[in-house]
């Protein structure tokens, strides 16, 4: 089984980012893009465009971190000296040897500039590597083409669409999420090397 303390404030880093646990008091950093870019939240089941649902947004995450459900990170870019977004793994399974990565947001600064993927091969080398884990799946609204394109990028595969899977934020009604997914071993035989020459 792998090997995961949701006490441990886990910290990865290279040359361009770094992400470390996001606290409560990260609230200041990340006010800015809730009040100031909420498209960034377009295909988000969740909606944190004021002060108040930023706080309800990261105490909800921090308190499931402590139940072993979830860990936040908080992203900075070493680069502009910034913080830049947010991310996370869910929906932990450590029976089964399995996680969830996702709630994913950058500022818009910070989009296409390379950043994910430095944060997606840090996120995935200590998942697979770090903490053992089989599959890590990921998901996005059906509609929201540029993440389904941009998890194909970092070498996800795609799995298919799960129908009527929660709230539709754009259209009203239910919304259909798209699955992908990267396993250890396609981590170890190609994916690492695939994308560590993409951030290169």
């Known amino acids: 089984?792998?090997?995961?303390?949701?006490?441990?404030?886990?910290?990865?880093?290279?040359?361009v980012v770094l992400l470390r646990p996001l606290k409560k008091e990260d609230f200041a950093h990340l006010?800015?893009?809730?009040?100031?870019?909420?498209?960034?939240?377009?295909?988000?089941?969740?909606?944190?465009?004021?002060?108040?649902?930023?706080?309800?947004?990261?105490?909800?995450t921090v308190d499931a971190r402590a139940a072993g459900k979830e860990y936040p990170f908080i992203v900075f870019d070493k680069r502009s000296g910034q913080y830049a977004g947010s991310t996370?793994?869910?929906?932990?399974?450590?029976?089964?040897?399995?996680?969830?990565?996702?709630?994913?947001?950058?500022?818009k600064d910070f989009q296409r500039t390379g950043l994910n993927r430095h944060c997606k091969f840090l996120l995935l080398q200590f998942a697979f590597e770090t903490l053992g884990i089989q599959r890590v799946e990921f998901r996005a609204h059906s509609k929201n083409e540029r993440s389904i394109n941009a998890m194909k990028a970092i070498g996800c595969t795609l799995e298919g669409t799960l129908r009527s899977t929660g709230a539709d934020p754009i259209n009203g009604g239910r919304r259909d999420s798209t699955v992908l997914s990267i396993l250890k071993n396609e981590w170890e035989e190609h994916v690492k090397k695939e994308l560590a020459e993409k951030i290169r």
């Open 1 to 15: 089984m792998p090997v995961f303390d949701p006490a441990t404030d886990y910290v990865l880093e290279n040359d």
């Open 31 to 60: 006010l800015y893009f809730s009040l100031n870019e909420p498209t960034l939240w377009k295909y988000s089941s969740t909606q944190p465009v004021s002060e108040a649902a930023l706080k309800d947004y990261i105490a909800a």
């Open 88 to 107: 996370r793994f869910y929906d932990i399974q450590l029976p089964n040897e399995t996680l969830q990565l996702g709630y994913t947001w950058y500022g």
